[in-house]
């Protein structure tokens, strides 16, 4: 199946409109889309589907409860699929069953390790209080942020774990993982490298990689396309097409018509 990926547009300040890319079968939508959520009118009559995990500023000055099924709804009204720890099953056009698990992740701040995640979280208070978004009345401050992470990693670990025609007795040919946080250190922003501030972005889910062909992700302001190898054989493509703020020179070299293969 030939994807059209997409994140991180921040339609609510940047002068941007989508284009359906020629080709793609789907386009996934990996977060951070527009944070006021009109930007989503943009993607109203998609010729192709559009399935959408959301990303950390799709909640900003939100109740975390309340947005969610708010944004499903708005979403669906545009005939925009959302995937919040869910799955779907898609056939390309050659007949092959591609199972898509979604989850936003959020920060678990554990990156660097445990030692690590006290300074992570520390970090974490700009990023935070740019949201100023609450979860079940509180503060969402980066330990509620962390306690949603591993609910997150908890479905997603499950999920992956099970096989074709368990469960509900669905069948699939390959697994897709879209997450706005990254899965991997591998994934870190070259500009910032490996400081505390990182783990604002990216997760150590490298053990659950080997369940996926492909892991989608957006969230950091720049480009990624790399395999990993796993010890027991085969590989997962790791890929991410955010474009980010064009002033300060994110979206340079971002190419909107880029087909990803799954």
Known sequence: MRLQLLSDLHLETEDLQPRPAPGAELLVLAGDVCARWEGFGRF?????PVLFVPGNHEFDQRELREALPA?????AGLGIRLLEREHCVLRDRAGARIR??????????EVFGPAGRERAMRAATYYVQVMRATCDGRVFDAAAVREESLACRRWLAGELARRPGEGDGEAWDRTVVVTHYAPSLRSADPRYGHQPGTASFCNADDDLLPAASTWIHGHLHCRHDYLVAHPGGGTTRVVSNARGHARRGESEGHDPDWLVEV
């Open 44 to 48: 109203r009559g998609w010729p192709v």
């Open 71 to 75: 944004l499903r709804a708005h979403c």
């Open 100 to 109: 898509f698990v979604g989850t936003v992740r959020w920060s678990d701040f």
